[in-house]
């Protein structure tokens, strides 16, 4: 049946698919007022040429005096090049209006040759017929060249295999239609396990099985059976991009792609085998998902292996910005397991100072490249460790890696400062945490008071007595406890009062908002003194300002741990800040 429809919309084809390419593929043309001005040019010169012949005026030249009739030659070249532009630039129709201006001039001549006897016209005339024959060679020549070049352009952009547009010819369409600025939608189209049939049954069948879902595929899109304005292109291998204007709701959108799917289900039979093709769809609409050429298509992609990778029955999915997060979290999972087998995962070390600006010692944060050299931030790859259960091995990587260069120090430069590192729930809760811990401290040689773990009071929220059983054994062995971010989480004075903690770090959502307002300021100040009546150290994050350093010693702040005083620091520069910090 759709090859019937076929041949029978064949002249309604050449308005889609072949339409859209031959405009794509077109030459630039040169503006219309060229070809206005070239013709003025023509005629205003011959008149010059014509009066300028009959004049017997003489006009002042280089100091001396030549008759105006020797200009008329001049200007009878320029008449000849405007013709000759003519042909050369606007084809069929420069090539027959230069003729038609050329010929008319025969009539005039003649009679002014023949019948007034004046021979001086005689010379124009050779030149008309020279003229005339080197346009015609211009045009033919040009002709040839034009066929020859519309051919490549056309090759240009379709796809050898499936003689259907190529990816060349999608992202020109994709960038005319984004310049133009009306919507459409971009659907990225994978066909599901080509790779079974090329490798069971040769890239012959292969290549026959893209040609037939290729010309299904044109059908619709020739045909306009969908109902919308369709333009369908093969990008690569089994991929292809269709694109969708002409709709006014979701639901066209929706029947059209379920369309495409449904030839799918048509039986196809190749070499006498009967295959049953699916294929994952996934699409993002202009400008409403996304706003430029690329993002349409990476968008569309997104959807699209969003569908392979959920294996739901929904084949069809609309591109949400939160496929992108499951993308980037994968992105990074894979960088996580990278930089842990390859132990590339590592440290700053952030001071902390009292009030006086003495050292009080350094927080480990974890730090970890991207192949380009740059950083991902721990606040990004932290929550995706966190999520796929890696966290502890980040944790453990960078606790181990921070306690050796600690004792290290510790040994050389015989300071009394203290390592604070992170700890997430996962780690904490782990069976072999504490023998992690003390195994540690052995190897590395830091002691148990010289430690501070930092736990974010969210996490107790959990498991709440598992974690308190392991808070108190920590604490039994003499390493320090600070609960991190404090205020962000579920804080609940009961709950603090039976947090056997030794510090309470205060977010610095809270230290930024301090002096923007009275009850800003007074709200750490409460913070500040409940620490204190459960006997905790107080610690201000994030500190920036030197305003804030004065209000927190106001308020009676213990320690800073912010930009002002330090940023996070290369183990080596940490070092140079103990070795000046001991010499003082
Ligand atoms: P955190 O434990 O609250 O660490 C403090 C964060 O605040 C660090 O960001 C630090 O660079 C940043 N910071 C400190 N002072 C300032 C300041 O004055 N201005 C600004 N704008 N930022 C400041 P970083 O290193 O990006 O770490 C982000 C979070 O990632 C940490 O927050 C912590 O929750 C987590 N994290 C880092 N390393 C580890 C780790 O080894 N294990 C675990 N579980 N979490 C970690
Ligand atoms: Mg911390
Ligand atoms: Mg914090």
Known sequence: MLRGLQNSHDSKKKKTTEATLDRLSAR????????????????????????????????????GTIPITAFAGVFSAISEICVIFMTFYFGKKGYFTALTLLIIQFPAVMTTTFIQH???????????????????????????????????????????????????????????????????????????????????????????????????????????????????????????????????????????????D???????????????????????????????KDSIISYADTAMHEVKRSSSSNHILRFTPDMLKTERTLEIEGKIREALE????????????????????????????????????????????????????????VFRKAAMFFGELLRKTGTDIILSVNVSVRHLLKNDFLDEIGNVLRESGVPADKLEIEITESIMIDSVDKALQCIDELKAMGVKIAIDDFGTGYSSLSYLNKFPANLLKIDKSFIDKMNEDDSSKQYVSAIISIGHIMDFDVISEGVEEP????????????????????????????EKLVTEEVGK
């Open 118 to 260: 004046n021979r001086t016209s005689l010379p124009g005339i050779f030149v008309n017929v020279v003229s005339i024959v080197a346009i015609t060679i211009i045009y033919i020549n040009n002709k040839k060249m034009e066929e020859y070049q519309k051919k490549l352009s056309y090759q240009a952009v379709t796809d050898i295999l499936t003689g259907l547009p190529n990816r060349f010819a999608c992202g020109e369409l994709l960038r005319s239609l984004v310049e133009k600025g009306d919507k459409f939608v971009g659907v990225s189209i994978d066909i599901n396990s080509f790779k079974g049939i090329n490798e069971t049954m040769g890239f012959e069948t292969g290549n026959a099985v893209l040609r037939e879902i290729a010309s299904r595929w044109k059908t619709i899109a020739d045909t306009g059976l969908s109902g919308t304005k369709d333009f369908i292109t093969r990008i690569s291998g089994d991929e292809f991009f269709l694109v969708i204007r002409g709709y006014s709701s979701d639901e066209d959108i929706l029947r059209t792609i379920k369309q495409y």
């Open 342 to 397: 390859n132990e590339t995962i590592f440290f700053y070390l952030q001071p902390q100072f009292n009030m006086e600006h003495k050292l009080r010692g350094f927080e480990a944060l974890a730090r970890m490249k991207n192949a380009d050299g740059g950083f991902i931030s721990p606040g990004e790859f932290i929550p995706v460790a966190e999520k796929v259960g890696l966290v502890d091995k980040v944790d453990g990587m």
């Open 262 to 292: 449904s030839v799918l289900h048509n039986r196809l039979t190749i070499d006498d085998c009967d295959l049953y093709i699916t294929a994952s769809f996934g699409y993002a609409e202009f400008p409403a998902d996304a706003k430029t």
């Open 28 to 63: 630039r043309k040169t503006p219309a007022g060229v070809y206005i001005a070239l013709v003025a040019a023509y005629l205003i010169t011959n008149i010059v040429v014509m009066l300028a012949s009959r004049s017997k005026a003489q006009v002042p030249f280089l100091g």
């Open 547 to 574: 305003e804030q350093v004065e209000t927190l010693k106001e308020i009676g702040c213990d320690f800073i741990q912010g930009f002002i005083w330090g940023r996070p620091l290369p183990q080596e520069e940490a």
